[in-house]
């Protein structure tokens, strides 16, 4: 399974982004993950196949999750930008539920190389 996201880049404090990301083949949960510098990995979003989503409370109302079945391809809109946004986003697909059994969709996912957003104040 590949693993391709697009769409990062520099923003000011407030602005937006659409973060998109290709998934080779169907699978069943797919995420969101960012990882700033010094800091450890944090989820973002994730969304399952029946529809259900997760945020991280950081990001809840300004961050909108959404995916294209048909093509297998994932989506992050996010406003309202802050500078603590600022990380590596990273994707990942996964066979196994990444809302409903969290540690085992880490372990077993599949991810992209990253896609920088770099938010200034």
């Known amino acids: 399974v590949q693993v391709v996201e697009s769409g990062g880049g520099s923003v000011q404090a407030g602005g937006s982004l659409r973060l998109t990301c290709a998934v080779s083949?169907?699978?069943?949960?797919m995420g969101w993950f960012r990882q700033a510098p010094g800091k450890e990995r944090e989820g973002v979003a994730s969304?399952?196949?029946?529809?259900?989503?997760i945020y991280a409370e950081s990001v809840k109302g300004r961050f909108t999750i959404s995916k294209d079945n048909a093509r297998n391809t994932l989506y992050l809109q996010m406003n309202s930008l802050k500078p603590e946004d600022t990380a590596m986003y990273y994707c990942?697909?996964?066979?196994?539920?990444?809302?409903?059994?969290?540690?085992?969709?880490?372990?077993?996912?599949?991810w992209g190389q990253g896609t920088q957003v770099t938010v200034s104040s």
């Open positions: 990942a697909a996964g066979r196994v539920g990444a809302i409903a059994t969290p540690e085992l969709f880490l372990k077993t996912a599949y």
């Open positions: 083949e169907y699978t069943y949960s």
């Open positions: 969304v399952e196949a029946d529809g259900s989503t």
